[in-house]
């Protein structure tokens, strides 16, 4: 960008990623900022594992554009599922990367400097220098990171996963052998850095503590610097010479208020020691510093050569980064390489820490297959992470010709928490990730809606209930048929005359117009009685039980049919709200 580049904005492409809009974001947790409890888990804060700040970046991506394509999932379980089998490498991978510094920031940083503007003649000396010592710690900092990258070599054979395997391999692969050969025949997508690394660093070198270009890059500096070399030769023999003279070895050249300052004991020049040519500059306790017609004559001249210096500096600089800037297509890979290795193995490390997994079984709906969705024995993975309370599975199976659930049950009954948990395991499974759950079969879907949760918007003064609309409305208008649809409590702003037959007619045109797999919530016990004879609609209820002292007891379970009543007052009773 700093060099003029600029590319045309790459929007979300509908057929390769699920879409999830911001109201889905907010209302399912996905991310951290959008969570209601500070002290929450987000989905993001449980499946991140990465140890790089270019893989949290890019989990993030993965996160909130989960995969369509039931090949490119399934390459992605493949790989997740190696690393699995290899904890080692794994473990060896993320504890170095999580040592390096933040490589593609500092790419990014590098680029700048190839900017004239940036780099300014203001920054002439110290911030020009810095720049360049910063690049050539980057060219380590990637030689690093082929090392690490050629530690997978020995794991290959094992590796079943085409997409890892060409991740960890360089291109061209390395072939020492006729049996390597024959084990990866897999083209690699990770750049050789060596011949370009040495090829930059061999243009620059660290001279007194200070980046330069290396002897014959540049004919002009070379010749300016042999020129402060001779004086600097003539000011060290002239040092030679006042140490002899005054018959001390402790004096030496020091560069504070002014330079090339000759700093003497007190003791060697007092009481009229001093010689006459001698002029102090500074003093600190004990010492003090001068000048000497030979150091004056001589900074005379080295002044302006080291101002002239600079001035050849500053385009050596810009060419250089230019140099590095022409191969940014390779930077750009190496660390979209690393980002992607990060969130497999952070993928790999949360299958090994759950408690309750399984890997999604994804089918296709080409060639006339129907639409699958057999969710058994799932748990919601941020709540069951929280340890508040023992979370109870349950399951949900979607069948082709009853795509639509009506669902009943009481209040904090766990309806809510059952759609969620739907939600966040269909979009962990096309992630690639492994799933709470006993198992997991489903189709690919191409976007999930929510209508969920109570909010109004003071500052763009919209109500309760318009917020409520304004979303379903976003539902209606853009749902397909293999949309996974979640609406809880639809007509609860309203009148309960207004809120049914917004209700009936959403529900209705969900089922019959767009045919989505839709969970449908309500306290509208009448909405059962009109569905009652669709065979595409089916009743299911979080089930309840009674105990001795007629108590209503919350079981948590997903089962079929239909709650009898709401239990409003038990809510009540428990918010501590007393019978009048």
């Not at 979209?336 to 949360?350: G, K, M, T, Y």
């Not at 799932?378 to 023992?390: E, F, N």
Request: with cysteine; proline share 4%; charged share 30%.
């Amino acid at each position: 960008f700093a060099m003029g580049n600029f590319y045309p904005f790459d929007l979300v492409q509908e057929e390769e990623f699920m879409y999830l809009d911001s109201c889905t974001i907010q209302n399912l947790e996905i991310l951290e900022e959008y969570s209601e409890k500070k002290d929450g888990i987000s989905l993001f804060k449980y499946m991140d594992k990465t140890k790089s700040p270019y893989g949290k970046r890019l989990f993030r991506k993965w996160l909130l554009n989960p995969l369509k394509d039931p090949v490119k999932i399934k390459e992605r379980q493949l790989a997740v599922c190696d690393l699995l089998k290899n904890q080692e490498i794994l473990e060896y991978y993320q504890e170095r990367i999580s040592k390096l510094p933040d490589i593609e920031r500092m790419i990014n940083h590098i680029y700048n400097y190839g900017n004239k503007k940036i780099l300014s003649p203001i920054e002439l000396e110290d911030q020009a220098k810095n720049k360049l010592k910063y690049f050539l710690e980057l060219l380590d900092i990637l030689e690093e990171v082929e090392t690490i990258i050629e530690m997978f070599a020995d794991y290959l054979p094992s590796f079943k996963s085409e997409r890892l395997r060409q991740l960890v391999t360089f291109k061209p692969a390395h072939q020492k052998s006729s049996e390597k050969k024959s084990v990866m025949k897999v083209e690699g997508v990770f750049p050789q850095l060596r011949e370009m690394i040495n090829e930059l660093r061999a243009m620059a070198v660290i001279h007194e503590g200070s980046p330069a270009p290396a002897p014959g890059i540049n004919a002009d500096y070379d010749s300016t610097m042999n020129k402060i070399e001779l004086i600097k030769d003539k000011l060290e023999k002239h040092l030679k010479e006042v140490k002899k003279k005054l018959k001390c070895d402790e004096i030496k050249y020091v560069h504070s208020k002014h330079k090339f300052e000759i700093e003497v004991p007190e003791w060697v020049v007092e009481g009229g020691k001093k010689p006459a040519e001698f002029a102090i500059t500074s003093k600190r306790k004990g010492f003090v510093r001068i000048h000497t017609p030979v150091i004056e004559e001589n900074l005379k001249e080295l002044e302006p050569l080291e101002e002239e210096l600079h001035k050849i500096l500053i385009p050596f600089i810009i060419e250089y980064f230019k140099k590095f800037y022409e191969k940014n297509i390779i930077w750009v890979q190496v660390v979209s390489c690393l980002a992607e290795l990060d969130c497999l193995c952070s993928l790999a490390r949360l299958g090994s820490e759950m408690k309750l997994a399984c890997i999604p079984h994804i089918e296709s709906d080409k060639d006339g297959n129907e639409q699958s969705f057999e969710l058994r024995g799932a748990i919601h993975p941020c709540l069951a992470r929280s340890g508040q309370r023992k979370f109870v599975p349950n399951d949900v199976v979607i069948e082709n010709k009853k795509k639509t659930f009506l669902i009943t049950g009481p209040n904090m009954g766990g309806k809510s928490t059952l759609m969620r948990t739907v939600c966040v395991a269909t979009i962990m499974a096309q992630v690639g990730s492994l799933v709470p759950a006993q198992s997991f079969k489903l189709t690919p879907v191409d976007r999930i809606f929510t209508r969920i949760g109570a909010k109004d918007s003071l500052q763009e003064r919209k109500s309760t209930f318009y917020t409520e609309l304004e979303e379903t409305f976003v539902i209606v208008d853009n749902a397909k048929s293999n949309s996974l649809v979640i609406i809880d409590e639809l007509g609860r702003g309203t009148s309960t005359y207004d809120g049914v037959a917004l209700a009936y007619a959403i529900l209705k045109y969900l089922t019959e117009e767009i045919n989505c797999m839709t969970l449908f919530a309500t306290h509208y016990h009448i909405l059962v009685d009109e569905f009652r004879l669709y065979r595409s609609v089916c009743n299911y209820h979080m089930d309840y039980q009674f105990t001795e002292g007629m108590n209503l007891e919350l079981t948590y379970k997903f089962l079929p049919g239909e709650a009898t009543q709401s239990f409003g007052i038990n809510a009540a009773r428990i918010a501590g709200i007393s019978e009048i």
